[in-house]
């Protein structure tokens, strides 16, 4: 049974930083890419950033380019997210996500491969 869990979220002021982490378990997670998304209040689910199955390539949003960076740890089955200059915009619900299916595709196409989602963890960025 595959799980996936963030944890990270919490409340900081815009301008500053925070780093998400998402563990995830039940699959061989080097064959899988993984990516984040967010939810604000009365919006939809959007795209943040995807990284490959070896993490050497990665995408981006381009409202997070330059401020957010997605790593991955294939020895922890772990991915990242560092989140830097935060703006009350980034506040959101940020979800952890596990490809449907192994090997690498354009990472652009990740929402319409999502096989696993973490719980979510609340990120709020004050003004």
């Known amino acids: 049974q595959v799980q996936v869990v963030e944890s990270g979220g919490g409340l900081v002021q815009a301008g500053g930083s925070l780093s998400l982490s998402c563990a995830a378990s039940g699959r061989t997670f080097s064959r899988y890419v993984m990516g984040w998304f967010r939810q604000a209040p009365g919006k939809e689910r959007e795209f943040v950033a995807a990284?490959?199955?070896?993490?050497?390539?990665?995408y981006y949003v381009d409202s997070v380019k330059g401020r957010f960076t997605i790593s991955r740890d294939n020895a922890k089955n772990t991915v990242y997210l560092q989140m830097n200059s935060l703006k009350p915009e980034d506040t959101a619900v940020y979800y952890c996500?596990?490809?449907?299916?192994?090997?690498?595709?354009?990472?652009?196409?990740?929402?319409?491969?999502?096989?696993?989602w973490g719980q979510g963890t609340q990120v709020t960025v004050s003004s």
């Open positions: 996500a596990q490809a449907r299916d192994p090997g690498n595709f354009p990472l652009s196409d990740l929402r319409e491969d999502v096989g696993s």
């Open positions: 990284i490959s199955k070896n993490g050497d390539t990665t």
